[in-house]
């Protein structure tokens, strides 16, 4: 029984191409997350959301768009998708609380060529 | 600018050895770490985490240690197994909310 989910898995197009990346948990948990490890294999935080709003926003192209329709899930749509795009993409959840670990999902490899 | 960093890529141990992971910060505001296994085309699980209010952390084979002045934790497994091998991540977090630092992760192989 999968804790996070994250579709599709492998995801591959053309640059100027807009996709979505979805993502759902199933452990009840306030806080969802949105990660980018890059070629370098940094992981880094994207958006943060906490029972459906916004929390945490780094540095991120305004071509991403995080969208929350409830607290299990946190989808994340990309406009004129971009070479540099290409990464993994890793949705994680937990606990609002702030001493908790976070679970991820499998990840979604998008390769934009 | 990276606030977690793991400086060894890669690091190759003998089953039944142990295998330590080093991991520095810069940011003397983090008070809670943790250590993520992360298996080929799956996502980081978590492993093992040690608040600052402690100096070690212990739970089976894995142990965590934490060296607040030098600002530096290390993860300890013992005795190494095969099937302890994956990248293991070192994250951190501290200030506000539960924002977490993930360093580049180290890629543990444990030869049979």
């Known amino acids: 029984d999968t804790a996070v989910s994250q579709t599709p898995k492998y995801l591959v197009t053309q640059m100027g191409n807009d996709k979505s990346i979805k993502c759902e948990q199933n452990l009840g948990h306030d806080t969802m997350y949105w990660y980018k490890q890059d070629s370098k294999k940094f992981l880094k935080i994207m958006f943060s959301?906490?029972?459906?709003?916004?929390?945490i926003n780094e540095t991120v192209p305004n071509r991403f768009s995080p969208k929350s329709p409830d607290k299990a899930h946190l989808n994340l749509h990309i406009n004129s998708l971009e070479l540099g795009d290409s990464a993994v993409y890793f949705c994680?959840?937990?606990?609002?609380?702030?001493?908790?670990?976070?679970?991820f999902g499998p990840g979604t490899r998008l390769t934009v060529l | 600018d990276q606030q977690v960093k793991q400086n060894s890529p890669s690091l190759s141990v003998q089953e039944g050895r142990i295998s330590i992971l080093n991991c520095d910060y810069t940011n003397s505001m983090f008070d809670y770490f943790l250590w993520y296994k992360k298996y080929p085309a799956e996502g980081p699980t978590f492993l093992i985490s040690?608040?600052?209010?402690?100096d070690k952390n212990e739970d089976g084979r894995f142990t965590v240690f934490l060296n607040k002045s030098a600002k530096h934790l290390s993860l300890h497994i013992v005795p190494s197994q095969p099937g302890d091998s994956a990248v293991y991540f070192c994250a951190a977090s501290g200030g506000t909310g539960n924002q977490f630092y993930f360093g580049t992760g180290t890629s543990l192989t444990v030869i049979p």
């Open positions: 040690i608040s600052s209010i402690k």
């Open positions: 959301y906490n029972n459906k709003e916004l929390i």
């Open positions: 994680a959840s937990s606990q609002v609380n702030y001493y908790n670990e976070q679970f």
